[in-house]
């Protein structure tokens, strides 16, 4: 079939599956019984997953083509037009080149899939997102040494319970399985280092974060080490003295060891000897206004006076000013960056040199605060400094010559994917060609709302 004939074979399709929803979400289903509505439901979930099927299909075929290379930047383009992440465009390209045979060059066959047991599966609607979850969970679990046999033996276990029975029936097949190919738990160091993890989740609204993960023998070690530094009676927050009577301590055990993780990393900090990152030495950084820092001044002492908002960090979190002042009170080696709440421009340093000083990427951290493409949600520590106009030898350094643009998006604007220009408010604009400059506003959230109060 040649080209024109599959894409309109593939359109009349999709509008005829999109005029099929339209006229379910039309149709009433009163007064025609649990029973009815239960079919219904079961039906739409086997329609749900034969999408998902065909999703990762489409992602995998425009990740990995097999008429042609991958067009520069395409994931990014993705995860424009889907409205999503990009590492959730990672996460499907990566799922879909273990669901999907591999056709090198039109006319050729196609490769086997790495799990065929659980892309039939999915191909059919028979499982869907948490089944395959609990799979390849169970499957990357296992041990390097392995053989494909035993491999094929694990899928073939897995998918055969995934596809009658939920996705928590799986995870416990899961374990069988591991316990029956490693009884003995047998994992070699490439194993260990293949799963250590760390997750650090999104702040809460009151600030909180989730984090989990899987440490190595040696990060548990350190932990484990700090964690019984701080017992009853030691470095409790907010105390004058490292060690207090132990009686006053009503810490439970698990805050003990938040406490001690603290501890830790704020010593590492404090000692200078975490090199740098970027050409600033590794510490906290963090924004703030001449306006908020006075009014937090004041708020310390005097219960009246409200506190004002959080200070942003480099990372694009809220640091509670309250924080922020007690860290700056033990002398940690922070750096603040502090601007003009009416301008919002931060203050102007010239230099003539082309690369970033330390005090420009502070500058950069305080009027960008990330990525500058607009939607890009990349924070100010995983960004390069990205020069508008363009870098030239010998051309100038200026702080209001240089802004915040993270790996990809960088190199898309200098290989002609974007074009950027300063706007009238001093912050970079980015156009594909396709309309005017805009600006991101995702790392300002006091610009993300209206004005009319909640």
Same mark, same amino acid.
């Given at each position: 079939?040649?080209?024109?004939?599959?894409?309109?074979?593939?359109?009349?399709?999709?509008?005829?599956?999109?005029?099929?929803?339209?006229?379910?979400?039309?149709?009433?289903?009163?007064?025609?019984?649990?029973?009815?509505?239960?079919?219904?439901?079961?039906?739409?979930? $086997?329609?749900?997953?034969?999408?998902?099927?065909?999703?990762?299909?489409?992602?995998? +075929?425009?990740?990995?083509?097999?008429?042609?290379?991958?067009?520069?930047?395409?994931?990014?383009?993705?995860?424009?037009?889907?409205?999503?992440?990009?590492?959730? =465009?990672?996460?499907?390209?990566?799922?879909?080149?273990?669901?999907?045979?591999?056709?090198?060059?039109?006319?050729?066959?196609?490769?086997?899939?790495?799990?065929?047991?659980?892309?039939?599966?999915?191909?059919?609607?028979?499982?869907?997102?948490?089944?395959?979850?609990?799979?390849?969970?169970?499957?990357?679990?296992?041990?390097?040494?392995?053989?494909?046999?035993?491999?094929?033996? $694990?899928?073939?276990?897995?998918?055969?319970?995934?596809?009658? !029975?939920?996705?928590?029936?799986?995870?416990? =097949?899961?374990?069988?399985?591991?316990?029956?190919?490693?009884?003995?738990?047998?994992?070699?160091?490439?194993?260990?280092?293949?799963?250590?993890?760390?997750?650090?989740?999104?702040?809460?609204?009151?600030?909180?974060?989730?984090?989990?993960?899987?440490?190595?023998?040696?990060?548990?070690?350190?932990?484990?080490?700090?964690?019984?530094?701080?017992?009853?009676?030691?470095?409790?927050?907010?105390? +004058?003295?490292?060690?207090?009577?132990?009686?006053?301590?009503?810490?439970?055990?698990? !805050?003990?060891?938040?406490?001690?993780?603290?501890?830790?990393?704020?010593?590492?900090?404090?000692?200078?000897?975490?090199?740098?990152?970027?050409?600033?030495?590794?510490?906290?950084?963090?924004?703030?206004?001449?306006?908020?820092?006075?009014?937090?001044?004041?708020?310390?002492?005097?219960?009246?006076?409200?506190?004002?908002?959080?200070?942003?960090?480099?990372?694009?979190?809220?640091?509670?000013?309250?924080?922020?002042?007690?860290?700056?009170?033990?002398?940690?080696?922070?750096?603040?960056?502090?601007?003009?709440?009416?301008?919002?421009?931060?203050?102007?340093?010239?230099?003539?040199?082309?690369?970033?000083?330390?005090?420009?990427?502070?500058?950069?951290?305080?009027?960008?605060?990330?990525?500058?493409?607009?939607?890009?949600?990349?924070?100010?520590?995983?960004?390069?400094?990205?020069?508008?106009?363009?870098?030239?030898?010998?051309?100038?350094?200026?702080?209001?010559?240089?802004?915040?643009?993270?790996?990809?998006?960088?190199?898309?604007?200098?290989?002609?994917?974007?074009?950027?220009?300063?706007?009238?408010?001093?912050?970079?604009?980015?156009?594909?060609?396709?309309?005017?400059?805009?600006?991101?506003?995702?790392?300002?959230?006091?610009?993300?709302?209206?004005?009319?109060?909640?």
């Amino acid at each position: 079939m040649d080209s024109v004939s599959v894409r309109e074979q593939a359109s009349a399709a999709l509008d005829a599956v999109e005029a099929a929803y339209a006229v379910l979400a039309d149709t009433s289903t009163d007064g025609v019984g649990a029973q009815f509505r239960m079919e219904m439901a079961v039906r739409l979930e $086997a329609v749900a997953r034969r999408h998902l099927s065909l999703s990762y299909r489409m992602v995998g +075929e425009i990740c990995d083509p097999s008429d042609g290379p991958a067009r520069r930047g395409v994931k990014a383009r993705l995860a424009r037009e889907l409205r999503v992440n990009r590492s959730e =465009v990672d996460r499907r390209a990566r799922l879909a080149a273990r669901l999907r045979g591999r056709r090198v060059g039109l006319g050729a066959e196609v490769t086997e899939p790495e799990l065929p047991r659980l892309a039939k599966a999915v191909r059919e609607g028979l499982v869907g997102e948490s089944h395959i979850s609990e799979v390849c969970k169970a499957l990357d679990a296992l041990p390097r040494w392995v053989s494909p046999v035993q491999k094929k033996w $694990a899928e073939r276990q897995l998918v055969q319970h995934a596809v009658v !029975q939920d996705p928590a029936f799986v995870a416990v =097949v899961g374990k069988a399985v591991n316990d029956r190919i490693n009884p003995d738990g047998v994992f070699d160091e490439r194993d260990r280092q293949a799963q250590r993890d760390l997750r650090l989740g999104p702040q809460g609204p009151d600030g909180m974060s989730k984090i989990s993960g899987r440490l190595t023998p040696e990060a548990r070690a350190y932990v484990e080490a700090v964690q019984a530094a701080v017992r009853p009676g030691h470095h409790l927050p907010g105390a +004058e003295q490292s060690v207090v009577d132990a009686a006053t301590d009503s810490r439970s055990a698990g !805050q003990r060891s938040h406490d001690g993780l603290v501890w830790g990393l704020r010593t590492a900090l404090e000692s200078g000897s975490l090199g740098q990152h970027r050409g600033i030495a590794v510490t906290v950084i963090a924004t703030t206004t001449v306006a908020d820092l006075e009014q937090a001044a004041h708020a310390m002492v005097d219960p009246e006076v409200p506190m004002p908002p959080p200070a942003t960090t480099g990372g694009g979190s809220q640091l509670p000013m309250r924080d922020l002042i007690a860290m700056a009170a033990r002398g940690s080696r922070h750096y603040l960056a502090v601007f003009d709440g009416h301008s919002n421009r931060p203050l102007y340093l010239g230099r003539s040199q082309r690369i970033a000083t330390a005090d420009q990427r502070v500058i950069c951290y305080a009027r960008d605060r990330g990525c500058t493409r607009p939607g890009c949600t990349v924070p100010g520590y995983q960004c390069e400094v990205h020069h508008a106009p363009g870098w030239h030898l010998d051309g100038a350094t200026d702080a209001d010559k240089m802004f915040f643009a993270c790996g990809p998006d960088n190199h898309a604007e200098a290989v002609g994917d974007y074009t950027t220009t300063v706007t009238d408010e001093g912050r970079l604009g980015w156009s594909e060609g396709t309309g005017p400059p805009r600006i991101n506003r995702v790392h300002h959230r006091e610009e993300l709302l209206g004005e009319d109060d909640p």
